[in-house]
């Protein structure tokens, strides 16, 4: 079943100051640097990826663990000659010094003299935050300025430090901080009655990495968040600052590090993220955090947990070989949209049985007797029963990785539950007399209260990532994900009439009235679900990538995995100040119903960074297509939108 989800003239000269001067893109591993093998810390300036359409960061190779930060380099003055292409469309990635340094170099923390980069655009919810994990932890030195304090300032007399920077200098390269204001306003353009601000997000991050020597850091981060939007319904409503300003406290990171405890052994405890995969955003071995859905652009951003994670690497190169294990105590759910709950409500949406013969009679039910008794129409309410939080009850995962050649790759086993909540019973009551001469209040003569759990699954995956260098250094990467299901039975109360039920199978020429319809939603069969992919760079100034996709994330279970095209494309220009984007997603027709047709998202966006630097905008949109019943056209994936974003950065 298909639930609840849905949901870039010439550059400016090289100024003074340090600060964010171009939209840069994100670290995805892939794409035809020119640089040799994969190497996850050394993404080129150009390679966008799917990630900066629908979140932050990207999912790094798990083989290849980040590397000590190197401080950038001084801005190569410019030189005189003849006209150019980066001349009117602005420098690329190839500028020499001037370039940022990869994301991923730096230690957790880090905030160098360079520009702001894609993710922040888009909020920095990422399936990489900073402090993430995908692979061995590299050892944590105390990181010191290139120079001494001195010389630094002599060096950089005339230029104008972050607050950042400031900080990092006077703690001799031991403070890491990063502060950023991001406010968003997403603006319902389709889909919805009546058209109306739907979302407004006031962020403010705060996040620091102390590491007072080569064995300890400790990383945090606070993020106070002002939703704008009044959601008082009632008058008393009008006296709490909980509907008129809601806010909340967000933590990203709050865990304790220790480095070579023993020869390659670290240990990380605390509130954190670990993501694992080598495909672009979509990762069917990453489920050890679970996904942050309610910000659409933000498609997939983690949500950090409490954990264990011990890494060990036997061989002084660590990405050679590496083992990582993971547990977490607590069990957290995803973080729906508002529509998932609209998805729910509609008694016409698509129940997850996976049988024909359920599957007849819950179509004839909907498309044919409801319509014409629209008195049996029932109102749904939601219950989730959560797992207790019990050691029994928590997650715990290993991963093995290693570089053959060219080839990073890891195999991979979790131990937990699917994230999204799967209906199991639909309990109906009578509340008003189908007889009586008043109507009832609400409209509604009968009531549906629909259980909802969290099923467990076990998950055993393969990922590789590699560039080609006879075909311009093409990124490829792909990983699956063999998932074995914990059974999972669906019961459905039909209305109780007279007669004692309802007949949901009319053509079989008996009268065989029915109370409820029960059948397995989940079965005990395992499925897979796989994501492979290729990103290319023509020149400078254009990026494109193309991704199939095996199993949307809230798919689950043998039967209701669907198939999906990914493709889009970034034109570059002005030294990444200007980036126009397109992004699509389509799925294919054999997921939906007979006759239904195909279904689609397009994200088409506009990023521009101004030349005095600190600031990026972005203006984009989320276009769902499709019809109903459709998997992007099914009332569960809410309404389209267009989006603003500013993000400062200092």
């Excluded at 060990?312 to 957290?332: E, I, M, T």
């Excluded at 209701?560 to 990914?566: A, D, E, S, T, V």
């Amino acid at each position: 079943m298909q639930w609840a989800l849905w949901a870039f003239v010439q550059a400016p000269a090289q100024r003074d100051y340090a600060g964010p001067e171009k939209v840069e893109p994100s670290s995805s591993p892939k794409g035809n640097a020119g640089k040799g093998p994969a190497k996850p810390a050394t993404k080129p300036d150009t390679d966008v990826s799917i990630d900066d359409v629908f979140g932050g960061g990207t999912a790094k190779p798990a083989a290849k663990p980040p590397e000590v930060a190197k401080p950038p380099g001084t801005a190569k003055p410019a030189t005189g000659g003849e006209l150019t292409m980066d001349d009117v469309f602005g420098a690329g990635a190839d500028t020499g010094s001037s370039e940022a340094p990869a994301r991923g170099t730096e230690p957790a923390g880090t905030t160098t003299a360079r520009d702001l980069e894609i993710d922040d655009v888009f909020g920095g919810g990422s399936s990489q935050p900073a402090g993430a994990s995908t692979g061995p932890t590299t050892t944590v030195t105390t990181t010191t300025p290139a120079a001494p304090a001195a010389k630094q300032d002599d060096a950089g007399k005339g230029k104008l430090q972050s607050p950042s920077e400031q900080i990092l200098n006077k703690t001799g390269g031991k403070l890491h901080t990063r502060f950023r204001i991001i406010s968003s306003l997403h603006y319902d353009v389709d889909r919805a009655e009546p058209r109306k601000i739907s979302r407004n997000e006031n962020r403010v991050e705060f996040y620091f990495a102390y590491t007072p020597n080569k064995h300890v850091q400790v990383v945090g981060e606070v993020d106070p968040v002002l939703m704008g939007t009044n959601q008082s319904r009632e008058l008393d409503d009008l006296a709490s600052q909980v509907y008129i300003q809601r806010f909340h406290l967000e933590s990203r990171a709050a865990y304790v590090a220790l480095t070579d405890i023993a020869p390659g052994l670290d240990i990380k405890v605390g509130r954190q993220i670990v993501v694992w995969g080598t495909a672009d955003k979509f990762n069917p071995t990453n489920n050890i955090n679970a996904d942050d859905l309610e910000d659409r652009p933000l498609f997939t951003e983690p949500i950090a947990n409490q954990m264990v994670v011990i890494d060990y690497s036997p061989l002084r190169d660590r990405d050679k070989l590496f083992f990582q294990g993971v547990y977490v105590p607590l069990f957290f759910p995803a973080l729906l949209p508002p529509s998932a709950a609209a998805g729910l409500k509609d008694p016409y949406a698509e129940t997850p049985f996976v049988n024909q013969s359920e599957l007849n009679k819950i179509t004839y039910l909907q498309e044919d007797y409801l319509p014409k008794n629209p008195k049996l129409v029932p109102t749904v309410f939601g219950h989730v029963e959560m797992p207790e939080n019990k050691f029994t009850n928590g997650q715990f995962a290993f991963k093995l990785g290693s570089r053959l050649g060219e080839v990073d790759l890891s195999a991979s086993y979790y131990y937990g539950r699917h994230d999204i909540p799967l209906p199991v019973e639909a309990k109906t009551t009578m509340v008003h007399p189908l007889n009586d001469g008043t109507e009832p209040p609400d409209g509604y003569y009968f009531r549906s209260d629909v259980r909802l759990i969290y099923p467990k699954m076990q998950v055993i995956g393969l990922d590789f990532v590699t560039q080609v260098p006879f075909l311009g250094n093409m990124g490829l990467w792909g990983e699956a994900a063999l998932i074995i299901p914990e059974a999972k039975q669906f019961h459905i109360d039909l209305p109780p009439l007279p007669g004692g039920g309802v007949d949901v199978t009319p053509n079989d020429n008996m009268v065989n009235p029915e109370a409820f319809i029960a059948g397995p939603a989940v079965k005990k069969q395992p499925f897979l679900k796989a994501t492979a992919g290729f990103d290319y760079t023509f020149g400078k100034h254009v990026y494109v990538q193309a991704q199939y996709l095996r199993g949307m994330i809230n798919e689950f279970g043998a039967g209701h995995i669907g198939n999906y095209i990914l493709g889009g494309t970034d034109l570059i220009f002005f030294g990444r100040k200007l980036v126009f984007r397109a992004f699509g997603l389509v799925d294919l027709p054999g997921n939906n119903p007979k006759g239904k047709g195909p279904s689609g998202v397009i994200a088409p966006a506009l990023l521009f960074a101004p030349p005095w630097g600190y600031v990026n905008f972005e203006l984009g949109s989320f276009a769902l297509l499709g019809g109903d019943k459709t998997y992007f056209g099914q009332k569960a994936t809410g309404s389209s939108i267009v989006y603003f974003k500013v993000i400062g950065s200092f």
